[in-house]
């Protein structure tokens, strides 16, 4: 592609001349020869003039989560995404607002766009849509229009960390995680449990006395892990469906008297940040929270400016922390 500069040179001026010619800057003295010396040169090397930049404005995006920030101190996942995207937003300088679901028409019709984090409801689902703004959904694969969705591949994610347990030598793989309410018609599963069920099955190695479903709280890690014992249940790992389940479980091991991961081994999802940091550190599933938040803004802000009207699904890969929480049978 040429340049200015190779005009300059093959119409003997400078680069500042060749730059004022071709943008037609009145105040410019130089023989009528030179002017044309320099768009003959131009058209000859086929240059073209570079596109204008436009002038964004800032946008004004609202972020609505479908967790509590009680929730949210419960299960870090989503504060970590939210985070992520209120610095992305501070960095694209928008205007940022906390929106839900019974705020008037007239807030919701001055946003530009909207972030949804969180699990949501088919009536959730309908709320959204019917606010007729440019949506990014992030970990939920909602259907709506006007929206793209930011999720994590599960499915792999799962297999290879049931694939990491059984190399390990582990057959009795439990799960603990949460129920169907939080999901998105509040009739499906979550994915993990889904996937970790197909799976298992697909091996002749799953055992529902091995599974226990609450909600994804440490609390619960620790009641379903001490149920598992007390029933005479107890594998040899199991999968905690987040790292705060895991946290629970680790607590209910130490107050029952076993240690991890000589009596039983664990592994988590998510990588939240404390994760490294659990005695012993959590093998867990690593989820690019802070990517899938910043993206978000980037794909909002994206679709709002070029008006583009197809939707947009990205799925993110997982990465497997292995650490020392898991034995080797």
Same mark, same amino acid.
């Given at each position: 592609?040429?340049?200015?500069?190779?005009?300059?040179e093959?119409? +003997?001026?400078? &680069?500042?001349?060749?730059?004022?010619?071709?943008?037609?800057?009145?105040? %410019?003295n130089?023989?009528?020869?030179?002017?044309?010396?320099?768009?003959?040169?131009?058209?000859?090397?086929?240059?073209?003039?570079?596109?204008?930049?436009?002038?964004?404005?800032?946008?004004?995006? +609202?972020?609505?989560g479908? *967790?509590?920030?009680?929730?949210?101190?419960?299960?870090?996942y989503y504060?970590?995404?939210?985070?992520?995207?209120?610095?992305?937003?501070?960095?694209?300088?928008?205007?940022?607002?906390?929106?839900?679901l019974?705020?008037?028409?007239?807030?919701?019709?001055?946003?530009?766009g909207?972030?949804? $984090? +969180?699990?949501?409801?088919n009536?959730? %689902?309908?709320?959204?849509?019917?606010?007729?703004?440019p949506?990014?959904?992030?970990?939920?694969?909602?259907?709506?229009?006007?929206?793209?969705?930011?999720?994590?591949?599960?499915?792999?994610?799962?297999?290879?960390l049931?694939?990491?347990?059984?190399?390990?030598?582990?057959?009795?793989?439990?799960?603990?995680?949460?129920?169907?309410?939080?999901? %998105?018609?509040?009739?499906?599963?979550?994915?993990?449990?889904?996937?970790?069920?197909a799976?298992?099955?697909?091996?002749?190695?799953?055992?529902?006395?091995?599974?226990?479903?609450?909600?994804?709280?440490?609390? *619960?890690?620790?009641?379903?892990? $001490?149920?598992?014992?007390?029933?005479?249940?107890? &594998?040899?790992?199991?999968?905690?469906?987040?790292?705060? @389940?895991?946290a629970?479980?680790? #607590?209910?091991? *130490?107050? @029952?008297g076993?240690k991890? &991961?000589e009596?039983?081994?664990?592994?988590?999802?998510?990588?939240? &940040? +404390?994760?490294?940091?659990?005695?012993?550190?959590? $093998?867990?599933?690593? %989820?690019?929270?802070e990517?899938?938040?910043?993206?978000?803004?980037?794909?909002?802000?994206? #679709?709002?400016?070029?008006?583009?009207?197809?939707?947009?699904?990205?799925?993110?890969?997982?990465?497997?922390?292995?650490?020392?929480?898991?034995?080797?049978?």
């Open positions: 592609m040429a340049t200015i500069k190779d005009i300059a093959r119409a +003997g001026v400078s &680069p500042a001349t060749v730059s004022r010619v071709l943008n037609h800057d009145e105040t %410019l130089v023989q009528e020869s030179t002017r044309k010396r320099v768009m003959e040169a131009a058209e000859e090397l086929e240059y073209t003039m570079p596109s204008p930049r436009k002038k964004s404005k800032k946008l004004k995006i +609202g972020i609505f479908s *967790y509590s920030p009680e929730e949210e101190l419960e299960d870090p504060l970590c995404i939210r985070l992520a995207i209120k610095k992305k937003l501070e960095e694209e300088q928008c205007h940022m607002m906390e929106i839900g019974s705020d008037s028409a007239e807030k919701i019709a001055g946003l530009d909207i972030i949804c $984090t +969180g699990t949501f409801t009536e959730m %689902l309908e709320r959204l849509s019917a606010w007729n703004r949506i990014v959904m992030v970990d939920c694969n909602a259907d709506l229009e006007q929206c793209d969705t930011i999720t994590v591949d599960y499915k792999n994610a799962v297999r290879d049931l694939d990491f347990l059984i190399e390990k030598g582990h057959r009795k793989i439990g799960f603990i995680g949460g129920g169907a309410e939080r999901w %998105l018609d509040r009739r499906s599963e979550d994915p993990r449990y889904t996937e970790f069920c799976y298992l099955k697909e091996k002749n190695l799953f055992c529902e006395r091995y599974v226990k479903l609450g909600q994804h709280e440490a609390r *619960y890690g620790r009641l379903l892990f $001490t149920e598992l014992y007390r029933e005479g249940n107890l &594998p040899t790992a199991i999968f905690a469906a987040n790292d705060s @389940i895991a629970g479980i680790y #607590r209910a091991a *130490y107050e @029952i076993l991890i &991961p009596d039983i081994s664990v592994i988590g999802f998510n990588d939240i &940040p +404390g994760a490294k940091y659990m005695v012993p550190p959590l $093998t867990t599933v690593r %989820l690019y929270m990517f899938m938040g910043e993206y978000a803004v980037s794909l909002l802000s994206q #679709r709002i400016q070029e008006s583009r009207e197809i939707n947009i699904k990205i799925m993110v890969p997982t990465k497997l922390r292995v650490r020392n929480s898991v034995r080797e049978l």
